[in-house]
């Protein structure tokens, strides 16, 4: 009995590792060092990534006053977000968006 045991649990153990993350309801705050600066109404913003129902994500890019809101597509541990070139990257709890030329760190936010 005992042989058969090992089998089963290492294949439950790879299903489980293989189960994709959803993304719905995480949220990610920037790392980006911020410095208020007067006359500038974004510049202490470090940004952030709310991830929606329906496939949806709010961001906001560090040092922005305007945040977004659009459809993603997920591809691995690769997020596209829809009518853009801006691209996001999950790798364990950080989230890196590149947009504009520029690559941004994200942390998971926890409960």
Request: aromatic share 10%; glycine share 10%.
């Given at each position: ?41 974004g510049c202490g913003n470090a940004g952030h990534v709310y991830f929606l129902k329906g496939r949806h994500v709010d961001y906001l890019l560090p040092g922005s006053d305007t945040p977004n809101r659009l ?41």
């Amino acid at each position: 009995m005992r042989t058969y045991l090992l089998p089963l649990l290492l294949l439950a153990t790879q299903a489980f590792a293989q189960a994709p993350l959803q993304l719905e309801g995480l949220r990610y705050r920037g790392t980006a060092e911020v410095q208020w600066q007067e006359g500038c109404e974004g510049c202490g913003n470090a940004g952030h990534v709310y991830f929606l129902k329906g496939r949806h994500v709010d961001y906001l890019l560090p040092g922005s006053d305007t945040p977004n809101r659009l459809r993603f597509t997920r591809e691995g541990n690769r997020v596209l977000l829809e009518d853009t070139s801006l691209r996001m990257e999950l790798q364990g709890d950080s989230l890196f968006l590149t947009a504009y030329g520029y690559r941004h760190a994200f942390v998971r936010e926890r409960d």
